[in-house]
Nanobody
């Protein structure tokens, strides 16, 4: 059984940084798509960043230049480095995984596995 566990969320002032981690257990596929999504109160899930087994990355326009997704295959962990955080980045952040590279990696429909989420709050 695949399990995803996020960590690293918290409260930070505008302009600050956080690094989210998502550890995957039970994962055996050589091909994969990993993604970070967020959901603010009253909003739907928004795809933030994604990476596949060939290290191809995709970012939402709202986070380009500020967020960086990376993964450590040996540790089966995906990271989201978030810099220059803004109040509008406040949301619950979820990681997600699929067993193959997705054509639209920022759309939630292709992902099979989801973590429970970690809260990020950006406020002065």
């Amino acid at each position: 059984e695949v399990r995803l566990v996020e960590s690293g969320g918290g409260s930070v002032q505008p302009g600050g940084s956080l690094r989210l981690s998502c550890a995957a257990s039970g994962w055996t596929d050589a091909k994969y798509q990993l993604g970070w999504f967020r959901q603010a109160p009253g909003n739907g899930h928004e795809g933030v960043a994604a990476i596949d087994h060939e290290q191809r990355t995709t970012y939402a326009d709202s986070v380009k230049g500020r967020f960086t997704i990376s993964e450590d295959n040996a540790k089966k962990t995906v990271y989201l480095q978030m810099n220059s955080l803004k109040p509008e980045d406040t949301a619950m952040y979820y990681c997600a995984a699929a067993s193959f590279a997705l054509g639209a990696p920022l759309r939630r429909g292709g992902y099979t596995y989801w973590g429970q989420g970690t809260q990020v709050t950006v406020s002065s």
